[in-house]
């Protein structure tokens, strides 16, 4: 299952961070988190509900990425640490264009 959105890159963030409603989307199941609290825009506190593994795609790359998930209500769009600008050889969030779909389940085979 595939979904499309909007991000912003962030390269202060803690952790590249998605909100829960694509984790729901996409149908992955989350990792118990225990760390301590992440901050997002603003340094806002972010409602963390737990980890997950998602494979980004762009410009026909994909990567794997290990995502922390927010509440919706903490988080309105999906929020790019340095992890996943440097996962496509993007040197800074200016060759960043505002869309990165995220991609659930394994990598394919080749």
Do not use: C
């Not at 026909?60 to 440097?86: E, I, N, W, Y």
């Amino acid at each position: 299952m595939t979904k499309e959105g909007l991000g912003r890159a962030d390269t202060g963030a803690d952790r590249t961070v998605i909100p829960d409603d694509v984790a729901e989307e996409l149908g992955i199941q989350l990792i118990p988190w225990g760390q301590l609290p992440l901050r997002g825009e603003g340094r806002a506190p972010l409602h963390i509900l737990g980890m997950t593994a998602v494979l980004a795609s762009h410009g026909g790359f994909r990567r794997p990425l290990m995502v922390a998930v927010a509440s919706s209500q903490s988080l309105k769009q999906t929020l790019l640490r340095v992890d996943a600008l440097h996962a496509f050889g993007w040197i800074d969030s200016s060759q960043y264009n505002g869309n990165v779909p995220l991609v659930s389940g394994e990598a394919p085979a080749g």
